[in-house]
């Protein structure tokens, strides 16, 4: 990576906002298995970064370890990135975000990397509200390592090996409420129109949104009784909504009086077109999500779209009560206390 | 008996019950001590408990500034009735006893050798004091008072004291003056005042402070300008970020907004402490954590990933005594090994040795600067004797226009002048490469950071002569390292010597006593004491210009021996041990009889 | 160009992507060399990605028994258009290219000093078979089946191996003869065959099987009766638990009713994995795990919980190159180091260093004897190399009445007889103490095991010298432990040379071969393979009975180096470090260049 | 430890059904604070143990470091303890579980060493239905290490020090419903009417038993403002049920006929008796529950009582279909297989 990058732009390409092509959100070729899902998702980040008009620098990108965190050499190529170990990336975005708040943090992780070894990290990154959308690529398996179920596997489940998975799957959506996340979604790599407005709603929150992105693992749990194959997905997807995310100013005046639709308005000047499907739910009302949840599980329906936002509550840097200027950029003259006080100092030790 | 003089060099120990506020006031005595201008330092024999079991708080006073641990107490304050009778015997012959008359003593308890003080602490606090909240918290007061006349110590400095710590409580001032009075008239009409035990003013404390090492590297946290403190709570390490929090509190407030010109987060274990460290420091904020041994070993993952993707990090471990869970609230030396290599594979982190609370404070500073400026972990290692207990040290000083080192570290302004940068290129020759911190610039100084193996411009490469060449350049950078830690105290170079101790943190000051024991004897040692790993040329040369060296440790397998051996192909014959690793601070009559020892017995068979 | 012949002895690469199926093809060539009679070692030089990115498998040939990796290849059959370039590059001078002449080569293949042999596979292929899914498999036997004829091997030979390989899908057995023979006859009918290089029939593998040391490990756990597997996956150590699993499904499955003689469970982490191999050997099963680097690291709290509270553990550690994730699919010998002492404080662990899948499958009893036998944790230390390769090595035997050893355990009737029992007396003066299983007795046995510090009853305690005195036990564990762990094996020891070579695990294919390079230019070197640590007096009396040694190890820091100075006082001017660590399984000619590099430098100054 | 105990014993003290007095169920002399909560529970495990006539080495007492993982000394002097690491006890009773299956294991953990720095492992052993009774001594601090708060000390409670908490709390009962425990119950260390025979239920239940004991530090945490203090917790304790556990033959026919009772019959021969007090709750029924325990969360009450039970879940050893023999115990002959199979195995390697 010299930046002498060739700078060359096919005047015809489409630019956003910030005057960026397309292009410029890709990164590396991956190096994923033809099909696999993640591949799709990574797709879906270009596209909604692209839309959005995020300034690549602005954003860091950081995963554990897995088929699923390799990602981010794939996308964003002039972002900040950093591949952890393995499911302890939620510890490293944290630091990072007390460093420098200013940044948009975006964490990718796999089932492995988030439900097993990085449980401890992921639920005390939701408990402290971290600013970050938080994507778990989720396979209910593990792929770099040849396809061990992983602990979202649902208990029934068959493996490429024929053995059926014992014990019981973790629903990271349950979970993530369960504990307090602001933000809980759920997706399929295959619904890249579902996806997309989902990561920049995500991207956009302020505080910890998850994204459980259903998967599919196209070499070691495809086959036919896995319930994480794109056949099953397919079959057993149910939306709790059509989602938009609408920069507010601009749009959101000539939209107000379409019926169905429910607007959320978010901290910035954007808000949520929430076009509602499911009966009986509301993104803003947690029991109503949780309870539409477990519903859609016992029904053996695989739940997806925007489950539950909370646009009132208070991220990581407001319960740390930190400076707006980010830390990394206070100087030595703010952060060094004078030799007089130092002086002060010795003399309560005398 | 008839009881020979000794002024200004005594050992006196207080057993008490944890958790019964006795603390305040023993230390309220070894702060009149330290303001009678008497060397002394303090320390806590301390259980790992929160409430009801005994508990010492051992003062040693030592006009010649000996300030290690010594064993033999002159003068025992015993009011734990739960550990009276071991306490009793643990006085050297011809000591005093300190107890509470209010009810006799037994037989059992008698020992003919020992002078037996009664005060009767609990009845005086009955006739003079209604509440009964306040009749543990004042007999500790009386004892203090009948101290301060037994040695003849000077009543106004206690009054001064209690004035100070009870500024904030005013009422409380009179009480606590009336039970040091009791104390001591008690103590004056009883006893015959001074003893011959007794402390006379001296003015040697100049520019001296009493503090504790983990005050001292929270402090020094604060003034390196560290913005990100993470950690899961351990003893003997938990005070460390207790003091960064309290003087951030102090000075780093925005006056205006009052929003915090820092971010501590309590982790969730060690692992996360150690990943939130290196995402801030990453991210160009100095951040730190600070731990114990078996956060040492949590973190073992997360110090690979430091070294090898060269992320700055900085790690206080407060040793003590291990392995696993060991004796939580012991002090011991032996996580220096394990420090050095923590984690997999072939990796190294840089050590500092602190060996009192001024060098604490300092080499904080340091710390900061080597992991900025090496890109990799720092360890601090201090110990339980270092960091929690308090210490006579020079007073707090900055270095002249002193300025943080952030080390090579690539602006907006040079990422536009250069012609090509690459995250892990040698541009200097040095083996240290050139850093950028995200968000620096809009289209240069991207790169991606990986525990993987890398090439020089950051891709992913399963190339093995590229992956060994930034093996081979993180050798280098060692070097370089090695050229620029902190070198050695060199405490006695005489070329007529033949023979060396090698001391390091705690062991100092009983090793300089050690050494004048020695003298007194008739053997002259040289003396070293290693101030960092890797160690400098400094070390290596002042080794080979001797015959014999005493390395002293406070651990059993002599850990940093066998870094000198690893690193520096010193013979290990020529390397005797002096170990002791009982949790106790180590003190000089043990290195003094061990070395001893050592010379006594056959030369070994060198092969 | 004239070629000379060479017979017996080739290294041929196969040049192929991942995932398209092309490992078992490569894999019945290596097997049909071994049925041939003739020695030979395969190796996969693979990426860490799933699908679609350069693999190799590299067949080293020759009938002298080197079966090291040897530099220089002489047949690269390419059929890998993404390296292709690069594959061509790395043939030796006069060697030969089979590629896929489908599509002709562009200029820019073409090397003067090779010839090359166009097999037109796919459309072979296509030609024979309509199914597009067979193309890329059936392309695959037929670059097998040209190999077949051009280096003049036995086509029953083969034609053998698909019968057995599709025994279970009979059906697919004339499509691979036919593709076999499409193969053949293509290079019979174009090129003269045999080429100089070729394949005759020895018998030089008797009582020699071709498998790897996951398998021979994964057996061995169950022939060591292992009841109890946890584990993390993580390469290159997955294959171990995949072999025990099947293993154990084949022989403990209780034919009456169906039900397991084991259990295991994948782990939440690796924490976790050693977590349960404690729980389930503190219970009197014996349980393992494996892992690789960063797994260890995150074991080194529970294996400080393990040393000091004395519960047995085995761990299989297959190294890979690290530091930190590194390069996950190479291999190295990196870890010796941090296993040796994992853990913060005063630890050590046994560690077993197996070089052949036959010493695997016999040290994996060993092991678990030594664990139960000194209650404490053995680490076996493998390498990608070793574990996950196929070696030529002796088959697998029982030593005779081989009885497991479980150690000092008292049953009930002992408890009932003893007139003490303490869990940590040391009754016998050897430093073992003696455990109970829980459960054993309705009211004698029990105790408290912890991590804290503990006396010879296993009461908790905070007295220094009682904590130092089961320190000090343990240290006689260790002596104890050195005099019982496998010795070396001195593989040659002639009393007029003065030098010797010393080495361990995978180098050891190597290594033999480089002492006959050495002894062919007049330099005769003694030599020890190390197959323990503590190491033994054997190793230390080899030691000071020359004066230089060459130490090999696939690392960069020279860890066994460390081990030996750090516990045996061995002179670090005595031992030179011969060392490759690019993650490549170490070469002869490495090691002899760089042992001849040594001796030509000047002799270094001993000080 | 010598077993040289004295074996004296009064005659007059009442001896259980195994003819053990309630002195041989306790242990060493607590040296936790006068007035700490978990001395209560330690108390409970004691005369439950006694009650259920448990023979004390057939029991495991594992734990991890804590206050609260101190108290396996301090009951049960005669069972088997295992103080492990920090966070890790899960893990060392899963492994003891899988070597012995027919010991009863008893699992003390603290809300840090649980919720902090064990959550990973405590969430994975509730995923593989362990057999353990696992009991949370609760106190929303780290006591050994002097007060800080812990990840269950709710937002808004008050420390010694008088700092407000900031982040949300974890509801570990909450969790691990959603986890799937297959059997969730709070309590209180001052309520010994109720502990006692939730602990007597948990040690019975086959699977992972879950009480979560609120459990006041008086030192660092029972002033005011704090949200587990003796007061706060008397004043917002809210019951479920009355339960008692019945050891089913002998007792349950003649009081069949109580009407409000619900029994609930466990795997062996005993039974659950519940004496309903909540509405709109069925422990059996997880639904119930888990709105039953929202609900009492909305209303600022501490729900206590059993909350959810599974009668009809598989245990870690059915899922895992290991044989009925305990594995420690199976020979060399069994566990060997011959040096002809051996010999057959090489021969798959030529
Ligand atoms: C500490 C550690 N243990 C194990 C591994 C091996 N490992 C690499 S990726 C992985 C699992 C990945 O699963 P998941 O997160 O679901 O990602 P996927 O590959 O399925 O996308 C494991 C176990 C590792 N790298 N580090
Ligand atoms: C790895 C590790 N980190 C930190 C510690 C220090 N430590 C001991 S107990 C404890 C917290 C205990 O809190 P909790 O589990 O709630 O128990 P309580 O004392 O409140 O009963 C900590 C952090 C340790 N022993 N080990
Ligand atoms: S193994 Fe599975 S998860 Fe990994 S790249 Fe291939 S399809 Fe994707
Ligand atoms: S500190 Fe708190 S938890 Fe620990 S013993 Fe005391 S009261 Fe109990
Ligand atoms: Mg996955
Ligand atoms: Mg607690």
């Known amino acids: 990576m010299t930046y002498a990058r060739p700078t060359f732009r096919n005047p015809d390409l489409p630019l956003n906002k910030i005057g960026r092509a397309r292009k410029e959100y890709e990164g590396a070729i991956s190096t994923l298995c033809a099909g696999c899902g993640h591949d799709s998702i990574s797709g879906a980040i270009i596209q909604a970064c692209y839309e959005m008009a995020i300034e690549p620098h602005r954003l860091a990108k950081l995963s554990g370890i897995g088929c699923s965190s390799k990602t981010p050499t794939y996308f964003l190529g002039q972002s900040h990135g950093f591949n952890s170990v393995h499911g302890r990336m939620p510890s490293v975005a944290t630091g990072a975000a007390m460093a420098n708040r200013d940044l948009i943090y975006l964490g990718v992780s796999g089932d492995g990397d988030t439900a097993s070894i990085g449980m401890g990290q992921f639920v005390h990154a939701i408990r402290r509200n971290l600013n970050i959308l938080y994507i778990v690529m989720n396979n209910g398996c593990y792929g770099l390592t040849k396809g061990q179920d992983s602990a979202t596997a649902d208990a029934g489940s068959i493996n490429k090996s024929g053995a059926e998975n014992q014990f019981q799957g973790i629903d990271l959506c349950g979970l993530g409420l369960e504990l307090g996340a602001t933000f809980v979604a759920r997706s399929f790599s295959g619904d890249k129109q579902q996806l997309i407005p989902l990561i920049k709603a995500g991207l956009t929150h302020p505080g910890f949104a998850l994204i459980d992105v259903v998967s599919p693992c196209v070499t070691f749990n495809n086959n036919a009784g896995s319930t994480k194959s794109y056949d099953y997905t397919r079959e057993h997807m149910e939306a709790t909504a059509a989602i938009d995310l609408v920069p507010y100013r601009e749009e959101i005046l000539h939209q107000q009086d379409k019926g169905t639709i429910k607007y959320i308005p978010l901290h910035d000047e954007s808000i949520i077109a929430v076009n509602k499907l499911a009966a009986d739910w509301d993104p803003l009302d947690k029991s109503s999500a949780m309870r539409k949840l477990a519903q859609a599980r016992n029904e053996h329906e695989i739940l997806t779209g925007l489950i539950y936002v909370d646009t009132q509550s208070k991220d990581l840097h407001t319960l740390l009560n930190t400076s707006d200027t980010p830390l990394n950029q206070l100087s030595q003259t703010v952060l060094m206390p004078s030799a007089e006080i130092l002086g002060k100092i010795n003399k309560l030790y005398q | ?607």
Not at chain 2, 194 to 218: F, H, M, S, V
Not at chain 2, 486 to 496: A, H, M, Q, Y
């Open chain 2, 1 to 607: 008996m008839s009881q020979p003089v000794l002024i200004n060099d005594l050992v006196v120990r207080f057993a008490t019950v944890n958790g019964t506020g006795s603390a305040s006031a023993n230390n309220m005595f070894a702060k009149a001590v330290y303001r009678m201008g008497i060397p002394v330092t303090p320390k806590n024999i301390f259980p790992s408990n929160i409430q009801g079991l005994p508990t010492w708080y051992e003062v040693r006073i030592n006009e010649k500034g000996y300030l290690g641990r010594r064993d033999g107490i002159d003068i025992m304050v015993a009011v734990n009735a739960q550990s009276l009778k071991k306490d009793i015997e643990s006085v050297r012959s011809g000591g005093y006893l300190i107890y509470d008359s209010t009810k006799t003593l037994g037989e059992d308890f008698i020992r003919e050798d020992l002078h037996y003080i009664g005060i009767p602490m609990m009845s005086l606090c009955m006739q003079h004091y209604n509440d009964p909240r306040q009749h543990l918290l004042m007999k500790n007061m009386i004892y203090v008072g009948a101290l301060c006349a037994l040695l003849g110590m000077e009543k106004e400095v206690f009054e001064q004291l209690v004035q100070e710590q009870f500024a904030k409580k005013e009422k409380l001032i009179p009480g606590n003056i009336q039970a040091l009075h009791l104390g001591m008239n008690y103590a004056e009409s009883n006893f015959e005042c001074p003893l011959p035990y007794r402390l006379e003013r001296r003015n040697l404390n100049q520019n001296k402070i009493l503090t504790d090492g983990n005050n001292a590297c929270g402090l020094g946290a604060v003034f390196a300008g560290a913005t990100v403190g993470s950690w899961y709570p351990i003893t003997p390490s938990t005070s460390l970020m207790n003091a960064f929090e309290k003087w951030c509190t102090k000075y780093r407030i925005d006056a205006s907004t009052g929003r915090k010109n820092f971010a501590m987060i309590q982790a969730e274990d060690e692992l996360a402490a150690m990943g939130m460290v290196l995402g801030a420091s990453w991210n160009g904020a100095r951040a730190f954590t600070s731990t114990s041994g078996p956060g040492l070993s949590l973190m073992s993952e997360f110090l690979g990933l430091s070294y090898f993707a060269e992320i700055p990090a900085v790690l206080f471990d407060v040793q003590r005594s291990g392995p696993s869970t060991g004796m939580p609230t012991r002090t011991q030396q032996s996580d220096v090994l394990s420090a050095a290599y923590a984690s997999h594979g072939d990796t190294k982190h840089i050590l500092l040795f602190p060996s009192t609370p001024n060098e604490c404070f300092d080499m904080t500073l340091t710390a900061f600067d080597l992991a900025e400026f090496f890109q990799t972990a720092v360890i601090v290692l201090t110990d339980l004797d270092l960091g929690m207990n308090d210490h006579l040290t020079d007073a707090f000083t900055l270095r002249d226009n002193y300025q943080y080192n952030r080390g090579k570290v690539m602006t907006a302004k040079d990422l536009d002048d250069a012609k090509v940068w690459g995250r892990y290129l040698d541009i200097d020759g040095d083996g240290i490469p050139y850093r950028t911190i995200p968000g620096t610039h809009p289209s240069k100084g991207s790169f991606f950071t990986r525990g993987s193996s890398h090439d020089p411009m950051a891709a992913y490469t399963e190339d093995g002569d590229v992956y060994a060449d930034g093996m081979r350049r993180l050798e280098k950078k060692w070097e370089t390292i090695r050229s620029r830690v902190p070198g050695p105290e060199i405490v006695r170079f005489d070329p007529s010597h033949n023979e060396a101790i090698i001391y390091f943190g705690t062991s100092s000051y009983a090793a300089v006593e050690a050494m004048d024991i020695l003298q007194n004897q008739g053997i002259a040692l040289n003396a070293l004491r290693i101030k960092s790993f890797p160690f400098t040329e400094e070390i290596i040369e002042f080794i080979h210009a001797h015959d014999t060296i005493y390395l002293v440790e406070q651990n059993r397998d002599a850990q940093m021996r066998s870094l000198l051996m690893i690193e520096n192909a010193i013979p290990p014959s020529k390397i005797k041990k002096v170990l002791q690793f009982n949790g106790m601070p180590i003190t000089a009559q043990f290195i003094s009889d061990e070395i001893q020892k050592i010379m006594q017995q056959a030369p070994i068979h060198h092969s």
